[in-house]
């Protein structure tokens, strides 16, 4: 997973990978053959996984914690301390509850049929900033550091500016076009899962985002 391996290259020691269910046998495998911890879970809870299942009443009770989707990936200039870049924007706004990466949007190829409606999705969280290279906008499960025992919201939070940004990785793939990985998941997926993987947009999921600033 490149994300793990940007963790690890960025020196982070207390990595946990949470297993919704998986079924695709390389990653399977690759969960077998970590050795960081795995934490598997019998269904698939969805993006609330995290705090549905008690990890972060375990974990993140009394301390700072990061959660993230999988497919979220710093780009190359981003430094390794992001995390604790994010740990200390919380520390100076603390009407805030999450801080983590802004989503590059500059650079979504044009195979990627919905290219145009990421960049008028992601547009108005470009626009409060709230100090040079520091925006308030929404956060779902994208890279985030949050503040001890907070529970799973989409309210305002931090999103940073180059050089601490991210690429969603489904917008850098042509759904049309779908690499085994993707196709294994197309086949199995839920229906409330992965809105921005689909060659065609449901309307029902655009106006769901639109409605509590979902990724999906």
């Known amino acids: 997973m490149n994300l793990v391996d940007w963790l690890e290259k960025a020196g982070h020691q207390q990595i946990v990978l949470l297993d919704n269910a998986s079924t695709y046998p390389p990653l399977l495998e690759y969960l077998s053959s970590t050795h960081h ?17 008690g990890l972060i009443d375990k974990l993140g009770h009394a301390k700072p914690f990061v959660v993230t989707d999988p497919d979220i990936l710093p780009e190359e200039s981003c430094p390794d301390n992001a995390v604790e870049y994010f740990q200390e924007l919380l520390l100076r706004f603390r009407e805030f509850d999450q801080a983590g990466f802004g989503l590059r ?17 992601e547009k108005p969280y470009w626009v409060k900033e709230v100090s040079e290279g520091v925006f308030a906008a929404h956060i779902d499960t994208t890279f985030a550091a949050y503040r001890p025992g907070t ?18 990785l489904p917008w850098y793939r042509d759904p049309r076009r779908p690499d085994p990985e993707t196709e294994f998941f197309f086949q199995r997926r ?16 655009i ?7 979902r990724h999906g």
């Not at 911890?37 to 995290?50: F, T």
């Open 207 to 213: 106006v769901k985002n639109s409605e509590d600033g």
């Open 105 to 121: 949007i500059d650079d979504i190829p044009e195979c990627y049929p919905h290219r145009d409606t990421v960049r008028r999705w």
């Open 37 to 53: 911890q795995v934490i598997r879970l019998r269904e698939n809870m969805g993006h609330e996984a995290p705090w549905q299942c």
């Open 151 to 168: 529970p799973y919201k989409v309210t305002e939070a931090l999103r940073t500016a180059s050089p601490y940004r991210a690429r969603h």
């Open 190 to 205: 839920r229906e409330d899962i992965g809105y921005w993987n689909r060659s065609t947009l449901p309307a029902a999921a």
